[in-house]
């Protein structure tokens, strides 16, 4: 008997659409065809894509759950109509690092799939559904605009229409100051029409990738930004490079670890501009010579009556 769709997931029938999740993005890293060495890697992935597809979308999990308590009932209508997933890869070379930033996870099934709907004499035409994709780009993209070429499978009909995957490189233009999480239309770049209908969309949604030094809320920026104890100090100005360009700043006199400063209408040139904000983060110098250890002890001296814990 072959595994069911909870099965090939590693779940339970109750498993919440968080760990369906959770448990999908585990295994789609190991079985990639992109990432992994594993021999039956796309067939596994192909399983996956259909197995999430399903579970995650209320109704087909509905008719799935009942198809699985009534099995001599009506048939589900298993891997042609539950859905399949894209999967991106750079063209150009940008740093689309990591499984997570060049997967995207197509919305709806791929219409059924069946060769008995496809180029029948008299038949309507039918378009192709919508697909959506997530891809994340770095940061100083919102900040000047870019064009991204990825290469993507599908799955489209043969003359005889069975299902087939077939890789396709596209383009997608970039504007400068798009909001993080907006989806841009490809149109007619998603699924295959049906007897002469025309393809349906495909939407790319866009995210900004975060690191330990950048994160995005919206249309704001935050960037951590490295200062010295002395520079937290006596309050001195420094030369910061952001993605909005290389800035002076003014520390303040007294300054602590972790303390932020606006810069305003310098995050994300939105039509309503988010702000920068920088986060101090003071760094230790090491004391690797005999005249920095002296200093360090000199510096103790100075500060003999500062008590940085409770007594």
Known sequence: ??????????????????????????????????????????AQMQSLNVAYDTLMDAEKKQDYDFSLDHPQG??????????????????????FSGFEDLFG????GFGGGSANRFNQQGARPLRGEDQHARIEVDIHVAYQGDTQQFSLQIPSYTAL???EIQRKTLQVKIPKGIPNGQQIRLAHQGQQGLNGGTAGDLYIEIHYRETDQIRVEGAD??????????????GQKIAVNTPAGKVQVSVPKGGQSGQQLRLKDKGIPAK???????????VIPPADSAAQQQAYQDLAQQFSDFQPREK
């Open 1 to 42: 008997m072959s595994k069911n769709y909870y099965q090939i997931l590693g779940l339970a029938r109750d498993a919440t659409p968080e760990q369906i999740k959770k448990a999908y993005r585990k295994l789609a890293r190991k079985y990639h065809p992109d990432v992994s060495k594993e021999v039956d890697a796309e």
């Open 74 to 95: 009506a048939g589900f209508s298993g891997q042609s109509g539950a859905g399949f997933a894209g999967q991106y890869t750079s063209a150009t070379g940008s740093d």
């Open 105 to 108: 996870r197509f919305g709806a």
């Open 161 to 163: 229409g069975e299902v």
């Open 221 to 234: 920026v935050y960037l951590k930004v490295n200062v010295t104890p002395w520079e937290l100090a006596l």
């Open 272 to 282: 309503t501009p988010g702000h920068l904000f920088l986060n101090l983060n003071m």
